[in-house]
């Protein structure tokens, strides 16, 4: 899994987007962008995944940069409830051995938002 | 409602006191997994099981064990307990599909071990 780096902290105003980065400089052809949060010790959540191309579901959108160095999490309208720790994982798709279905969580980016 | 649950969600026990940490899936995942988290190291596996009766070490293992009899069963056993293992506990589970890694995680145990 290519090491991922995301900023330590970020604050976003309620009702803005919320545009969270991630840089995975040594993404390989086969692996996928994994977003997932976490909401003050409670379990992990998924939110959106993505290889190639930008996605979109009910909780964000996902953008891809071309060269797929990097990413960007996009919470369209930042809600209190959206604070929590944000991380960015990447995986193959058909990781095998020990691998297989372990996610490697880095140490996130604490997102706040304020009223 | 698709959802993983653990039982108990805070327990506090003493140095070798075996426990068990049940955890239980109804979406019917064949994989399931074991993390810890620690402050400053984030969330590490133990132990998963890529279906009934089969199961593997994680990063962290030492100190825990695991069973898989039922599909939608995977129990963590602290055989005994030390205050090393003090720690939040999740369970996790992963939709079938190999191309993506979506998991599923628990609400947590949040362990004391004095």
């Known amino acids: 899994d290519a090491k991922t780096t995301q900023p ?3 604050d976003c105003a309620e009702g803005r987007a919320a545009n969270l980065p991630c840089n995975h400089s ?3 052809g086969n692996e996928y962008v994994y977003w997932y ?7 992990p959540q998924y939110i959106i995944h993505g290889l190639k191309n930008n996605e979109t579901n009910e ?14 999490l996009i919470l369209p ?3 209190l409830r959206d604070t929590a720790v944000y991380y960015c994982i990447t ?12 996610l490697t969580f880095g140490q996130g980016t604490i997102l706040t938002v304020h009223p | 409602e698709a959802q993983v649950t653990q039982n108990p969600r805070y327990l506090i026990t003493v140095t070798g006191k075996k426990l068990t940490v049940t955890c239980s899936q109804n979406m019917n995942h064949e994989y399931m997994s074991w993390y810890r988290q620690d402050p400053g190291l984030g969330l590490r596996q133990i132990y998963y099981s890529m279906n009934v009766e089969v199961t593997d070490k994680g990063d962290v293992p030492e100190g825990y064990k695991v069973s898989r009899k039922e599909k939608r069963n995977f129990p963590l056993i602290l055989e005994s307990p030390s205050p090393n293992q003090t720690s939040l506990y999740f369970c996790a589970s992963r939709f079938p599909w190999r191309g993506t890694d979506t998991q599923y995680f628990g609400p947590g145990t949040r362990l004391t071990v004095l």
Not at chain 1, 91 to 102: D, F, I
């Open chain 1, 8 to 10: 330590t902290s970020m």
């Open chain 1, 26 to 28: 040594t993404i390989s």
């Open chain 1, 37 to 43: 949060r976490q909401i003050h010790s409670q379990g």
């Open chain 1, 59 to 72: 909780m964000a959108s996902l953008i891809i940069t071309e060269d797929r160095k990097s990413s960007t």
């Open chain 1, 77 to 79: 309208h930042a809600t």
């Open chain 1, 91 to 102: 995986k193959a798709g058909w990781a095998g051995g020990t691998s297989y279905g372990k």
